[in-house]
C-alpha cells in the first residue's frame, strides 16, 4: 500500500500508519528499543467511504488520535491506540462540509482541544475541528433570544446504538413541533451525530 501519513505516540513508542487505501486502513507498530527493529501489532480497517489517510494528528485525549481523509469533503476519523498488545480501534467520524475537501495538513492546539486541518485544493480552506466539549453549551433546554439560522442538527452520542428522531420545539405554552428529523439509525459513537434541516 501507499503510505501518506504517520504517527508516534512517544508515551508508549507505539507508531500508526495510515494507508492511502479504499477503505484506509490503520496499521500499529511498536517501534522498537535498543537497537531493536520494530514490530507490526495488529491493523485497523475503517469504514467505507473513510478512504485515502491523508493526514494524522494527536487528539486532545491522550492515547488517540485522528486521521483526515483525502476525499471531497474530507471526513475526521477518531482512533483509540489501544495498548501494546490490542490492535487501534475506531471511535468515530466526523463529515466535514462541501468544499473541505482532501486536507493534508493539521496542527492541534492542545490548551483548548480545537485542531484545524489545511485543504490542499486551488481554494485553500482552513477548517477547525474541536475534538473535546470544552466551550459546548449543555443544556436540556435552551431558549434563544434573537432569531437565528439552524442549517443543522447535531446530536452527541456515546454509543451507536439504536434509532432516534431529533426535533426542535418553540418556547410557547403548547410547545409547537418547529421541526422534526426522519427516524435515523444512530451511527455516531463518541461523536456527533449530524443532521441537515432540509432532511426534516
Do not use: M
Request: glycine share 8%; with cysteine.
Amino acid at each position: 500500500e501507499e503510505w501518506h501519513c504517520a504517527l508516534l505516540d512517544t508515551s508508549s513508542d507505539l507508531a500508526l500508519f495510515g494507508t492511502f487505501t479504499e477503505p484506509g486502513i490503520v496499521v500499529k507498530v511498536a517501534a522498537g528499543s535498543a537497537g531493536n527493529p520494530p514490530t507490526r501489532i495488529g491493523a485497523l480497517t475503517l469504514d467505507p467511504g473513510e478512504q485515502n489517510l491523508a493526514t494524522v494528528i494527536p487528539d486532545s485525549v491522550p492515547g488517540r488520535c485522528c486521521f483526515a481523509t483525502d476525499t471531497a469533503p474530507a471526513l475526521i476519523v477518531r482512533v483509540d491506540i489501544g495498548t501494546t498488545p490490542a490492535a487501534p480501534t475506531r471511535l468515530g467520524s466526523l463529515p466535514l462540509q462541501p468544499g473541505e475537501n482532501r486536507p493534508y495538513g493539521a496542527v492541534l492546539d492542545t490548551a483548548t482541544g480545537n485542531a484545524c486541518f489545511g485543504t490542499l485544493q486551488p481554494s485553500a480552506v482552513l477548517t477547525k475541528v474541536a475534538f473535546s466539549q470544552k466551550g459546548f453549551i449543555k443544556a436540556s433546554r435552551s431558549v434563544l433570544q434573537e432569531a437565528a439560522v439552524t442549517p443543522d442538527v447535531h446530536f452527541y452520542s456515546h454509543s451507536a446504538t439504536g434509532n432516534l428522531r431529533l426535533a426542535i420545539y418553540d418556547d410557547s405554552a403548547s410547545h409547537n413541533l418547529v421541526w422534526e428529523s426522519p427516524v435515523l439509525a444512530n451511527t455516531a459513537a463518541d461523536s456527533f451525530l449530524s443532521v441537515p434541516c432540509s432532511s426534516g
